[in-house]
């Protein structure tokens, strides 16, 4: 399945949510990952409606001093028995750890200028669904961080594979050989989860860095702090955190009508429906047992698209009894 046509409502969803334009990487590091992740919006449609798996690549932190470096470089390296690895291939032992930490908080002291409070590191998680071969996975993190680092910013990474869910703990010094720090935005973010799966993709591993409306999600996730919080409370260890409390006097007002930027995701979510209907139609009428597979793939990937809600939707069914029982009302597809 790789003859399909230039999907323009789906090119829609697939733009990022923000400008790469906007992304703090050097132009030259820019142009290359723009060229070697993105790919054509066929190819990568193909992979969403086979509903390929999607990267996680997550900042988790930043580390404040030389001390809380070494805490940190403690952890991922499970004090020692891990190996924690270098843009060089260099291999740490625990000494190494503790000098490198050391080295990299001597580095920012002698900066010219440099805040006290200014922090020494960033970590960063680079992740796959369980079950993903670790083996490629922390050859993908280490072709990445090759990549987008490079000689630029010195880092060390280490993979951790308990429980059969591979994830690589990276963690990058903010200064950079040349005096550049690090300050990623989100549309650093985008570009790193889109190298990170093309290397993934060079070895083998199905995957995507796909934005959520492009797999038909409409709700941001639940923040992790929040989520924590709120598990702690319906486990009855604690009380209900700020934000989910405003969100329930919110969504216990009756105010009618539709929220607009709900009719704006139902709009966008009518636009991708209609592109990708004509496409099925379009291989469904080829005549042909590769074209009817196709046209099935794109018929499966719609039915299955999640309702167009909000948060205030969710919590009004869990609010309202009657509301339970009472299917979306869009029947789960824009109308």
């Known amino acids: 399945m790789s003859d399909f046509r230039s999907l323009s409502g789906f090119e829609e969803a697939l733009r ?68 924690l690895e270098g843009p060089d291939g260099e291999r740490l032992d625990r000494a190494g750890v503790r000098d490198l930490a050391d080295d990299w908080a001597a580095e920012l002291a002698m900066e010219p200028r440099g805040r006290r409070d200014a922090p020494v590191s960033l970590s960063v998680v680079l992740s796959m669904p369980m079950g ?51 300050n990623p935005r989100k549309a650093d973010l985008q570009l790193w989860r ?27 996730p639940e923040r992790a702090p929040v989520r924590k919080l709120r598990e702690r409370f319906e486990a009855g260890g604690g009380p209900a955190p700020r934000v989910l409390r405003e969100a329930v006097q919110e969504a216990a007002k009756d105010e009618g009508g539709t929220e607009p930027w709900k009719a704006a995701l139902r709009a966008r979510r009518d636009r991708i429906v209609r592109a990708l209907s004509a496409e099925a139609v379009r291989h469904g009428l080829s005549g042909d047992r590769d074209g009817r597979r196709k046209a099935d793939t794109v018929v499966d990937f719609v039915k299955a698209l999640p309702p167009v809600e909000t948060r205030r939707d969710v919590i009004r069914r869990r609010l309202d009894p009657s509301e339970r029982e009472r299917p979306p009302p869009d029947g789960g597809r824009s109308r």
């Open 194 to 220: 889109e190298r990170f799966a093309h290397a993934l993709r060079e070895r083998s591993v199905e995957a995507e860095a796909t934005p959520r409306r492009a797999r038909g999600v409409t709700r941001k």
């Open 132 to 182: 993903t071969d670790a083996g490629r996975l922390h050859d993908a993190a280490r072709a990445f961080a090759g990549e987008v680092f490079g000689d630029r910013f010195p880092y060390v990474f280490a993979l951790h594979d308990e429980g059969r869910h591979p994830h690589v703990h990276l963690t990058v010094r903010m200064l950079g050989r040349d005096g550049e720090r690090l």
């Open 16 to 83: 990022p949510p923000v400008d790469v334009r906007r992304a703090r990487l050097t132009p030259t590091v820019l142009g290359r990952m723009r060229g070697a992740g993105q790919g054509d919006a066929a190819a990568r449609f193909e992979r969403v409606a086979r509903r390929v798996p999607e990267v996680m690549v997550k900042i988790t932190g930043r580390t404040r001093d030389g001390a809380h470096l070494g805490a940190h470089l403690a952890y991922i390296s499970r004090n020692g028995a891990l190996v």
